[in-house]
């Protein structure tokens, strides 16, 4: 299920993308629509225009489980994208490829419209992996998205002209039907294939971590493990040890393995494990109050996928004789 929230100002409301792939919503009377479409497995295709001058944002609160990764042509208007753990990247105007790995993070778009805001978007899952594996131009950062071993992009590069003419031929595509569907699979494919190409590129002008900085790293590490049911935001955190949150979460994930998110989620749940191992009749909603999750249900969807079976039935098994 992915349930994305759309509105305006104090407006909002929920729509189950699932079981309805096109959505459209007016705000102040101006109309916008957001549409999904399914090419092949793991290969789908979003598409989003405002038709007039308004503000508006959409969200998607609890992604669904799975490797996923986002790149899009953001065409026209302004805003920001906001991925939990990240920092936020933004446009005025220009055009901009963005890249997101919204795995088990919230995701936000706020937008202004000027009449011209328009984005298309490939979405790849899991099952592509399948469909990139014979490709050698594909960025590493695919593959390790796919696969859950990095989730902690959110970037913005300048946009080409061939990207731009891709992005509304899919926004509004030559053919229609049968035929259509072809085209817009052609059509994704090789916008894909730019993406992957820009993408490659940015990815390699990134820095690697100075040694001065581990030590700083290090010490957010101990801050971040201090107070599990309450740590501190990535901006505070990163703040605390003079680093930027994006080079905070890179030295994490250099030296730890994990970005910060990643890293506090995995003590959460060592932490758990380790107390229902000590005390098997523990409460599930204090054990996951106690470790910060507002919502014992994303307490017990964490467990199941970083364990592989849920906190309760690992109590009961711990709470059988031999």
Not at 129 to 137: N, Q, R, Y
Not at 282 to 295: C, F, P, V
Request: glycine share 10%; net charge neutral.
């Amino acid at each position: 299920m992915q349930n994305w929230l759309f509105g305006s100002g104090g407006c909002e409301r929920g729509v189950d993308i699932d079981r309805r792939s096109r959505v459209e919503f007016e705000t102040d009377g101006v109309e916008t629509y957001f549409e999904e479409t399914v090419l092949s497995p793991g290969l789908s295709l979003y598409r989003a225009a405002a038709g007039g001058a308004c503000g508006f944002h959409m969200k998607m609160p609890e992604p669904p489980p799975g490797g996923r990764l986002i790149l899009g042509c953001m065409l026209g208007g302004r805003g920001t994208i906001s991925l939990e753990g990240c920092d936020e990247v933004s446009w005025r105007s220009d055009e901009r490829l963005y890249c997101l790995t919204p795995v088990d993070r919230a995701v936000a778009y706020d937008i202004a419209s000027a009449g011209n805001w328009a984005t298309a978007a490939i979405k790849l899952e899991e099952p592509a992996i399948d469909l990139i594996a014979t490709d050698s131009g594909v960025p590493r950062l695919a593959f390790e998205a796919l696969e859950q071993r990095r989730v902690d992009v959110s970037l913005m590069a300048p946009l080409s002209p061939a990207m731009r003419a891709l992005a509304r031929e899919l926004i509004n595509p030559t053919y229609s039907g049968p035929t259509g569907r072809l085209y817009l699979q052609a059509r994704a494919l090789e916008l894909l294939a730019r993406q992957f190409e820009l993408l490659g590129g940015e990815l390699e002008r990134e820095g690697t971590l100075a040694g001065p900085e581990a030590a700083r790293v290090r010490e957010a590490r101990q801050r971040l493990v201090a107070d599990l049911g309450n740590p501190p935001d990535l901006a505070t955190l990163a703040a605390s040890v003079g680093l930027t949150p994006k080079r905070l979460n890179r030295g994490f994930r250099e030296l730890f393995g994990a970005t910060v998110f990643e890293y506090l989620r995995n003590e959460r749940l060592e932490a758990a494990r380790e107390a229902l191992e000590e005390d098997p009749r523990l409460s599930l909603k204090q054990l996951a109050w106690r470790l910060g999750y507002a919502e014992t249900n994303n307490f017990i969807n964490a467990f199941g996928r970083r364990f592989g079976i849920s906190p309760g039935a690992f109590r009961d098994r711990r709470t059988k004789p031999n």
